[in-house]
C-alpha cells in the first residue's frame, strides 16, 4: 500500500518544475543564448538533487549568485534590449529557486516568476502557442498555490492516488475561479508590446528573419535556413506558376549588395499590370519587417498606413510597430509591369561600379557578342542553368568578390546568387534590369484558404527590360530546390497540423489584430453612453433587434442545445448519485423518524450532540458511531470502501429497527 502513497512534497517540486521549464520555453527565443545555456543544466542539477537527495549548494551562495546574475544584467542592458535582458534575469532567478532547499514561499516564488516570465515574453513577441502556456501555467498556479498552502501546514502530508486526484479536481476549481484575470493577462500582454518597443527594437532572434532595404550576398540564404512562418495570406488558390510575393525593388548595386534607390513616389502605383485581380489578407507574423508583400504585382493597400516607395513597393509608415500586423492588398498577377511613364530614365538600371569584375565582363561578351536582346537574355540564362550550376545553401561564397566566385569558380548557390548574377551580366550586355526581393511559393491550408509562406520560401529574381513591350518582365533564373517545389505542388504537410495552423491563426486574428482603433472605438461608445444613455440604449436595441432578424434561427438552435445539456447533466446527476450520499440521506431520515431531525445549519457532530444521552442513549451512540465512520472518508472526498459502506449501512438498519421497535412499544 505504501508504494502507491505519493508525497505532497514531490507533487509540489513537480509542479514547479513543470512551471520553469513552461517559462523556458515561452522565452527561449527571447533570452540571451548565455542564460539559456546556464538555466538548463541548472534545472538538470535540481532535478538530480531533489530524485537522488545529493548536497545542495549553500543558500547564501546561491543567494550571492543571484545578486550577480540581477547585477552583470543590469550592467550590460542595453536601451534596445532591456526586456531580453530583464527575461534573463528572471530566468537564472527560477533556475537558482529551483537549486535550493525549497520552503512552501520557494515554491511560490517560482510560480510568480514563472507568470512573469511568460507575461513579458507575450507582451514582447506573441506566438499562437501562448495560448497553450497561457492554459496549463494557470492550471499550474492553481495548483501551486494549493499544494503550497497545504505544504506550509504539513510537509509530511502524503497522498493516495485517489486523494492526488481529488486534489486536483480542487485546483481546478480554483483555476475557473481565476479564470477572469488570466483571461485579462491573456488578452492584455499582447497589446502592451507598442509601448515596449522602440525605434529600431526588435524582440527575439530576428537578425536574419526577413528583409529590409538591401540584399548582401548570403542573407536570403541565410533567411532560408529558418523554418519559421513570415506570413499567411487568405486567397483563393493562385497558380504556382504565379506564387511570387513581392517586397523590394533593388536597383543599385555596389559590387556587393543591392540596394533600392531612396526614391518617395506618388501615394498609388505608377505602373500597370494587366493580369487577374486577386484579393489577400495578408497576416504578418513578428520581426523586423518594414516592408509589406503581396503578391507580384501589387496595385493597392488596406487597412494599414503605408509609404509606397515606387517600382512596386510598399512600405509600414510606422518605424515603431514591430508587433504582428496584418493589411489587405490586391494584385494584378502577372508577370509583366509597364511603368505609367514608358520613357522613364533607363540609365539608374544599367549602372555598375567602375571597373567591376573584368572577367565576369569577357564572359559575358563571349556569351552575348551579335545577339539581339531577347537572344543574350535567353544566352546568359543558359549559361547560368543545370548541369554546369546546381542550387545550394552550403559554403556560399561571402567575400568582396563573392559573385565572381560564384560565377566563375564555384557555381553553387542560393537564389540570390543566381539573380545578382543574370542582373549584372544583363547589365554588362546593355540589357536594363534590377533585382526583386520576397518569396516564392507557400503551402496552401485548404480548410482555412489561405497560404503559410515560412521564411525559407524567400526568393529573389530579376525583371529586366523588355525595349519591344516596353515594359519589365520576370525572368527567375534560379534552378528548382526542393522544398520550394514541395510548396509549389501545394501538398499539405498533415491534416492535422493544417488544422492546429488554422486554429493558430485565428487566437492570433482575435488576439493581435483587437488594435488600437477598435480599443479606442469602445471607448468613444462608452462616452457617448454615459453623455447620452438613452440614445445609446435606443442605437443598442436597434442592432439587437437587427441582429435577431438575421441570426434568430441560431441563436434559438443554440439556447435549444443549452438546455437540452443542463437538463441531461441534471438528470444524470440525480440517476448517479454517490452512495455516500445516499447512505447520509438514509441515516438523517432514520433519525427523523426518532424525532430527531437535523436542521440545515448543523453539522453531523452537531446533530448527534444534539441527542439526549439519557432518553435516548442507544440512539445516541449509534449516531456518533455512524458520524465518525462517515466523517472518516466523506469529508475527505476519499470514496468508501464496500466494507466501510455495509458498516455503516447496518448501523443504519439498526437505527431503523430500534425507531420501529419505540413505535409498537407506544401502540
Given at each position: 500500500?505504501?508504494?502507491?502513497?505519493?508525497?505532497?512534497?514531490?507533487?509540489?517540486?513537480?509542479?514547479?518544475?513543470?512551471?520553469?521549464?513552461?517559462?523556458?520555453?515561452?522565452?527561449?527565443?527571447?533570452?540571451?543564448?548565455?542564460?539559456?545555456?546556464?538555466?538548463?543544466?541548472?534545472?538538470?542539477?535540481?532535478?538530480?538533487?531533489?530524485?537522488?537527495?545529493?548536497?545542495?549548494?549553500?543558500?547564501?551562495?546561491?543567494?550571492?549568485?543571484?545578486?550577480?546574475?540581477?547585477?552583470?544584467?543590469?550592467?550590460?542592458?542595453?536601451?534596445?534590449?532591456?526586456?531580453?535582458?530583464?527575461?534573463?534575469?528572471?530566468?537564472?532567478?527560477?533556475?537558482?529557486?529551483?537549486?535550493?532547499?525549497?520552503?512552501?514561499?520557494?515554491?511560490?516564488?517560482?510560480?510568480?516568476?514563472?507568470?512573469?516570465?511568460?507575461?513579458?515574453?507575450?507582451?514582447?513577441?506573441?506566438?499562437?502557442?501562448?495560448?497553450?502556456?497561457?492554459?496549463?501555467?494557470?492550471?499550474?498556479?492553481?495548483?501551486?498555490?494549493?499544494?503550497?498552502?497545504?505544504?506550509?501546514?504539513?510537509?509530511?502530508?502524503?497522498?493516495?492516488?485517489?486523494?492526488?486526484?481529488?486534489?486536483?479536481?480542487?485546483?481546478?476549481?480554483?483555476?475557473?475561479?481565476?479564470?477572469?484575470?488570466?483571461?485579462?493577462?491573456?488578452?492584455?500582454?499582447?497589446?502592451?508590446?507598442?509601448?515596449?518597443?522602440?525605434?529600431?527594437?526588435?524582440?527575439?532572434?530576428?537578425?536574419?528573419?526577413?528583409?529590409?532595404?538591401?540584399?548582401?550576398?548570403?542573407?536570403?540564404?541565410?533567411?532560408?535556413?529558418?523554418?519559421?512562418?513570415?506570413?499567411?495570406?487568405?486567397?483563393?488558390?493562385?497558380?504556382?506558376?504565379?506564387?511570387?510575393?513581392?517586397?523590394?525593388?533593388?536597383?543599385?548595386?555596389?559590387g556587393n549588395e543591392w540596394r533600392a534607390r531612396q526614391i518617395r513616389g506618388p501615394r498609388h502605383v505608377d505602373y500597370a499590370a494587366s493580369g487577374n485581380?486577386?484579393?489577400?489578407?495578408?497576416?504578418?507574423?513578428?520581426?523586423?519587417?518594414?516592408?509589406?508583400?503581396?503578391?507580384?504585382?501589387?496595385?493597392?493597400?488596406?487597412?494599414?498606413?503605408?509609404?509606397?516607395?515606387?517600382?512596386?513597393?510598399?512600405?509600414?509608415?510606422?518605424?515603431?510597430?514591430?508587433?504582428?500586423?496584418?493589411?489587405?492588398?490586391?494584385?494584378?498577377?502577372?508577370?509583366?509591369?509597364?511603368?505609367?511613364?514608358?520613357?522613364?530614365?533607363?540609365?539608374?538600371?544599367?549602372?555598375?561600379?567602375?571597373?567591376?569584375?573584368?572577367?565576369?565582363?569577357?564572359?559575358?561578351?563571349?556569351?552575348?557578342?551579335?545577339?539581339?536582346?531577347?537572344?543574350?537574355?535567353?544566352?546568359?540564362?543558359?549559361?547560368?542553368?543545370?548541369?554546369?550550376?546546381?542550387?545550394?545553401?552550403?559554403?556560399?561564397?561571402?567575400?568582396?568578390?563573392?559573385?565572381?566566385?560564384?560565377?566563375?569558380?564555384?557555381?553553387?548557390?542560393?537564389?540570390?546568387?543566381?539573380?545578382?548574377?543574370?542582373?549584372?551580366?544583363?547589365?554588362?550586355?546593355?540589357?536594363?534590369?534590377?533585382?526583386?526581393?520576397?518569396?516564392?511559393?507557400?503551402?496552401?491550408?485548404?480548410?482555412?484558404?489561405?497560404?503559410?509562406?515560412?521564411?525559407?520560401?524567400?526568393?529573389?529574381?530579376?525583371?529586366?527590360?523588355?525595349?519591344?513591350?516596353?515594359?519589365?518582365?520576370?525572368?527567375?533564373?534560379?534552378?528548382?530546390?526542393?522544398?520550394?517545389?514541395?510548396?509549389?505542388?501545394?501538398?499539405?504537410?498533415?491534416?492535422?497540423?493544417?488544422?492546429?495552423?488554422?486554429?493558430?491563426?485565428?487566437?492570433?486574428?482575435?488576439?493581435?489584430?483587437?488594435?488600437?482603433?477598435?480599443?479606442?472605438?469602445?471607448?468613444?461608445?462608452?462616452?457617448?453612453?454615459?453623455?447620452?444613455?438613452?440614445?445609446?440604449?435606443?442605437?443598442?436595441?436597434?442592432?439587437?433587434?437587427?441582429?435577431?432578424?438575421?441570426?434568430?434561427?441560431?441563436?434559438?438552435?443554440?439556447?435549444?442545445?443549452?438546455?437540452?445539456?443542463?437538463?441531461?447533466?441534471?438528470?444524470?446527476?440525480?440517476?448517479?448519485?454517490?452512495?455516500?450520499?445516499?447512505?447520509?440521506?438514509?441515516?438523517?431520515?432514520?433519525?427523523?423518524?426518532?424525532?430527531?431531525?437535523?436542521?440545515?445549519?448543523?453539522?453531523l457532530e452537531e446533530f448527534a450532540n444534539t441527542i439526549p444521552e439519557t432518553d435516548a442513549r442507544?440512539?445516541?451512540?449509534?449516531?456518533?458511531?455512524?458520524?465518525?465512520?462517515?466523517?472518516?472518508?466523506?469529508?475527505?472526498?476519499?470514496?468508501?470502501?464496500?466494507?466501510?459502506?455495509?458498516?455503516?449501512?447496518?448501523?443504519?438498519?439498526?437505527?431503523?429497527?430500534?425507531?420501529?421497535?419505540?413505535?409498537?412499544?407506544?401502540?
Amino acid at each position: 500500500m505504501s508504494s502507491a502513497l505519493i508525497s505532497l512534497k514531490k507533487l509540489l517540486i513537480a509542479n514547479s518544475l513543470l512551471c520553469a521549464l513552461l517559462s523556458f520555453a515561452a522565452c527561449r527565443n527571447i533570452v540571451s543564448p548565455a542564460a539559456a545555456a546556464i538555466f538548463l543544466p541548472a534545472l538538470a542539477a535540481s532535478v538530480f538533487i531533489d530524485a537522488f537527495g545529493w548536497k545542495r549548494p549553500p543558500r547564501y551562495l546561491l543567494n550571492l549568485v543571484s545578486v550577480i546574475a540581477v547585477g552583470s544584467a543590469m550592467a550590460l542592458v542595453r536601451i534596445d534590449s532591456v526586456i531580453e535582458t530583464f527575461l534573463s534575469a528572471v530566468l537564472l532567478l527560477t533556475a537558482v529557486k529551483m537549486l535550493e532547499d525549497k520552503r512552501a514561499r520557494d515554491h511560490v516564488q517560482i510560480v510568480i516568476l514563472s507568470v512573469i516570465t511568460i507575461v513579458s515574453a507575450a507582451a514582447l513577441t506573441f506566438r499562437p502557442e501562448f495560448v497553450m502556456y497561457y492554459i496549463v501555467m494557470s492550471v499550474l498556479i492553481a495548483q501551486g498555490l494549493l499544494l503550497s498552502t497545504l505544504f506550509s501546514k504539513a510537509p509530511e502530508m502524503v497522498f493516495n492516488r485517489k486523494e492526488a486526484l481529488c486534489l486536483c479536481r480542487r485546483a481546478l476549481a480554483i483555476w475557473l475561479m481565476m479564470l477572469p484575470v488570466c483571461a485579462a493577462l491573456f488578452f492584455a500582454a499582447p497589446r502592451a508590446r507598442a509601448a515596449l518597443t522602440m525605434p529600431g527594437y526588435g524582440a527575439g532572434d530576428t537578425t536574419a528573419s526577413g528583409f529590409v532595404d538591401r540584399v548582401t550576398h548570403g542573407l536570403i540564404g541565410r533567411i532560408q535556413e529558418s523554418n519559421e512562418i513570415a506570413f499567411r495570406a487568405e486567397t483563393p488558390r493562385v497558380a504556382a506558376n504565379d506564387l511570387y510575393w513581392r517586397g523590394l525593388t533593388l536597383s543599385v548595386f555596389d559590387g556587393n549588395e543591392w540596394r533600392a534607390r531612396q526614391i518617395r513616389g506618388p501615394r498609388h502605383v505608377d505602373y500597370a499590370a494587366s493580369g487577374n485581380h486577386v484579393r489577400q489578407e495578408i497576416f504578418l507574423e513578428q520581426g523586423q519587417f518594414r516592408v509589406l508583400f503581396a503578391l507580384d504585382k501589387p496595385l493597392t493597400l488596406d487597412k494599414i498606413d503605408f509609404i509606397y516607395a515606387s517600382d512596386g513597393v510598399f512600405l509600414r509608415s510606422n518605424r515603431r510597430m514591430t508587433r504582428q500586423l496584418s493589411y489587405g492588398a490586391v494584385s494584378a498577377v502577372s508577370a509583366v509591369m509597364r511603368p505609367n511613364d514608358a520613357a522613364f530614365d533607363k540609365e539608374p538600371y544599367l549602372s555598375l561600379p567602375p571597373g567591376f569584375s573584368p572577367p565576369l565582363r569577357d564572359l559575358t561578351d563571349g556569351l552575348t557578342q551579335g545577339l539581339d536582346e531577347r537572344s543574350k537574355i535567353s544566352a546568359i540564362q543558359g549559361y547560368l542553368s543545370p548541369p554546369a550550376f546546381s542550387y545550394s545553401l552550403d559554403n556560399l561564397p561571402v567575400s568582396d568578390n563573392a559573385l565572381e566566385e560564384f560565377v566563375l569558380d564555384i557555381k553553387k548557390g542560393n537564389c540570390e546568387y543566381f539573380a545578382s548574377a543574370m542582373a549584372v551580366m544583363c547589365r554588362m550586355a546593355g540589357i536594363p534590369s534590377r533585382l526583386v526581393a520576397g518569396y516564392r511559393g507557400g503551402y496552401y491550408n485548404v480548410s482555412g484558404e489561405y497560404y503559410i509562406v515560412r521564411q525559407k520560401n524567400a526568393h529573389a529574381w530579376v525583371e529586366l527590360w523588355d525595349s519591344a513591350e516596353k515594359a519589365w518582365r520576370r525572368r527567375d533564373p534560379t534552378p528548382p530546390d526542393e522544398s520550394v517545389e514541395i510548396s509549389l505542388r501545394q501538398r499539405e504537410t498533415g491534416r492535422f497540423a493544417m488544422y492546429l495552423d488554422l486554429l493558430s491563426l485565428r487566437v492570433s486574428q482575435l488576439i493581435v489584430e483587437y488594435g488600437g482603433d477598435e480599443q479606442m472605438e469602445l471607448i468613444e461608445r462608452f462616452k457617448g453612453f454615459l453623455l447620452n444613455p438613452g440614445a445609446s440604449f435606443q442605437s443598442a436595441a436597434g442592432n439587437m433587434k437587427d441582429t435577431l432578424r438575421r441570426r434568430a434561427l441560431p441563436i434559438f438552435a443554440v439556447m435549444i442545445v443549452l438546455i437540452a445539456v443542463l437538463l441531461a447533466m441534471r438528470a444524470g446527476r440525480f440517476s448517479k448519485r454517490s452512495p455516500e450520499a445516499a447512505l447520509l440521506r438514509d441515516f438523517l431520515s432514520a433519525t427523523s423518524r426518532r424525532g430527531f431531525t437535523k436542521r440545515p445549519d448543523e453539522g453531523l457532530e452537531e446533530f448527534a450532540n444534539t441527542i439526549p444521552e439519557t432518553d435516548a442513549r442507544e440512539l445516541r451512540e449509534l449516531a456518533w458511531r455512524f458520524v465518525v465512520a462517515f466523517e472518516q472518508d466523506y469529508y475527505r472526498d476519499r470514496p468508501m470502501t464496500a466494507a466501510k459502506l455495509s458498516e455503516l449501512k447496518e448501523i443504519v438498519q439498526q437505527i431503523k429497527r430500534a425507531s420501529k421497535n419505540s413505535s409498537n412499544d407506544l401502540l
